[in-house]
Every structure is written in structure tokens, then in C-alpha cells.
């Protein structure tokens, strides 16, 4: 059982999981507005073994080594690579403070942004519509870049619904080629489909100035990633192009963009995390608590 456990901000647990936060420390703190300063996080720190934080603050160096009671940090949040995270993972270890994160809790609501928004978009339902007249995403031909959990989930359920799906990935997926799924690689990718989905991890930016030339005009692009998979000056540039669209869930998708980038008509972003749903938030808090026990060695 840890001594103390902070949530320095609100971690998104629902209220059974904070109260079961109970049993793996004998003293439990909850804040519940995001700290305004790496030097208000120390003090909400403090002497506690235990921290938790969401994606909304970022644990540095500065702060951990202030805080030399923790022996445990918590991500209530995606880590998806070290490099990516917002805790000093690298400098943590080198105090042994053991940190431990979550992924792949609310990628199905991300799915049904995608079928709403794309079917919204071919069928003309509170949209401008694609084509001159409605289409089925039967036989859309659909380019997933980034073949992880969300990007198969994606690719699953439109492949369902009759779309003709080729991936860009690190590698070929066996099991994806099984499917029926086509690797291809990314300039030939993004030339041959007619919607295109970014599901990248964060910081991972693959498509700049050349790539957004190979995919061309009359062309969709959907960010479903954490933040932008592209050089943003780059999508400005390409969404100039006639026929072009462009969708994203929240704005940190779009990245670095100009103040008037969301009043364009071919922009469209519902301005809230798709992936934010009730289920999410309760598998989000099983897994928490499943990492609480596996750094107590439960």
C-alpha cells in the first residue's frame, strides 16, 4: 500500500474507481482543476509516494526531482512511447520510480465519429455533399495510414460497410492481408484513395508538403490521432486545393493552424474528443486500477 496518493488534476475515474483508490493507499488526494505551474504541482505533491495525472499537465524533470518521495507515477491517459508521453519517463527510471499508462480505451467512439461524420458527408446529411449525388461508402475506396488498434478498428468497420481499404504501416500486416486489406506504400496510398485517415501516434507527423501533393485535390482527410499527423501549414495549403475536406474531433488535431482555419467550409470538427464516452471512462478507470495493483505487485 502506497503512503499517499495524488491526483494533481482531474483524471477522468468514475466515482467507484476513486473510491476503490482507497485500498492501495492509506491517504488519498483528488484535485480537481488542472495545476497552473510546475511549481503548483510540486506543492500538490508533496510528500506523496503515489502520483496520478491525465494528458492535461506534463511531469518534467524539474518536478520530479522536487518530489523525492514518489516511487510511483500513474498516467490516467494514452502512452503510446516513451518519447511521446508527458512524464520524464527516461528520468524517472533513474530515480526508480516506476510509471505506467493506459491506451486503447476509447477508440469505438472514435469509430462512430467516423460513420457519422462520413456517412453524414456522402450522404449530404447536415453537410455538403461529397459528390453530386449520394453514395454509399460501398466501394469508396479508403486509405488507413497507421494500422494500430484504432486504425484496424476504423478500417474493420468501413471494410464492413463495403469500402475497398489499403494501410500504410511500419510494416505489412499478415493478418490485415488476410482481411482483404491492401499495404500500400504511402505515395501510392494516398494518390489512390478518396478518403484518407491519419491514425498515428502522438508527435508522429507523416505527411508534409510532398505528401499532400500526392494526395490532391477532390480528396477527404480525417485526423482520428491524439494531435496532428501532418505539418499543419502544409494542410492549409492542400485544403486550398478545390474539392478537398478535411475532419478532425478536436481542434489540438489540426495542430498549429491559422485563427480562422475552422470557419473554412471545408473544415469540419465537432470540437469535442470523440473517444471521451461513458464506457471509455469506465474501461479508463479498470485499467488505472489494474496498473495501481500491478505497481504494488498485486
Known amino acids: 500500500m502506497f503512503e499517499k496518493l495524488v ?22 488526494v483528488l484535485y480537481r ?3 497552473a505551474s510546475d511549481d503548483e ?16 499537465s506534463r511531469m518534467g524533470k524539474e518536478v ?22 508527458n512524464v520524464d519517463i527516461a528520468y524517472a527510471r533513474t530515480r526508480g520510480i516506476q510509471v505506467l499508462g493506459i491506451r486503447d480505451y476509447g477508440d469505438r467512439g472514435v469509430v462512430e465519429y467516423v460513420l457519422h461524420e462520413l456517412t453524414g458527408l456522402l450522404h449530404g446529411f447536415g453537410m455538403p455533399m461529397l459528390r453530386d449525388e449520394p453514395v454509399e461508402i460501398t466501394g469508396l475506396k479508403v486509405g488507413i495510414v497507421g494500422l494500430g488498434v484504432s486504425g484496424r478498428m476504423i478500417a474493420d468497420a468501413l471494410q464492413f460497410m463495403g469500402a475497398e481499404i ?3 504501416a511500419r510494416s505489412a500486416k499478415p493478418d490485415a492481408e488476410a482481411a482483404g486489406m491492401t499495404f500500400k506504400p504511402l505515395p501510392q496510398l494516398l494518390a489512390d484513395s478518396e478518403v484518407v485517415f491519419t491514425c498515428l501516434n502522438k508527435n508522429v507527423l507523416l505527411l508534409g508538403e510532398n505528401e499532400f501533393a500526392q494526395l490532391g485535390a477532390g480528396k477527404v482527410l480525417f485526423n482520428t490521432s491524439i494531435g496532428p499527423g501532418f505539418d499543419s501549414a502544409a494542410l492549409e495549403k492542400w485544403l486550398d486545393l478545390p474539392g478537398t475536406r ?9 495542430g498549429p493552424v491559422a485563427e480562422d482555419f475552422f470557419a473554412r467550409e471545408n473544415v469540419r470538427c465537432a470540437n469535442v474528443s470523440a473517444g471521451r464516452t461513458k464506457q471509455a471512462f469506465v474501461l479508463l478507470s479498470k485499467k488505472v486500477l489494474d496498473n495501481l495493483r500491478t505497481a504494488l505487485g498485486e
Open 41 to 56: 504541482m510540486v506543492r500538490r505533491i508533496g510528500d506523496a509516494d503515489a502520483v496520478l495525472l491525465s494528458y492535461t
Open 64 to 85: 520530479i526531482a522536487q518530489c523525492p518521495n514518489i516511487r510511483y507515477i500513474g498516467m490516467c491517459c494514452s502512452l503510446y512511447s516513451e518519447e511521446s508521453a
Open 33 to 35: 482543476d488542472v495545476p
Open 7 to 28: 491526483a494533481i488534476e482531474p483524471v477522468s475515474l468514475i466515482p467507484s474507481a476513486e473510491e476503490e483508490l482507497h485500498r492501495y493507499a492509506k491517504e488519498v
Open 246 to 254: 478535411f475532419f478532425c474531433d478536436t481542434r489540438a488535431a489540426a
Open 166 to 168: 489499403s494501410y500504410f
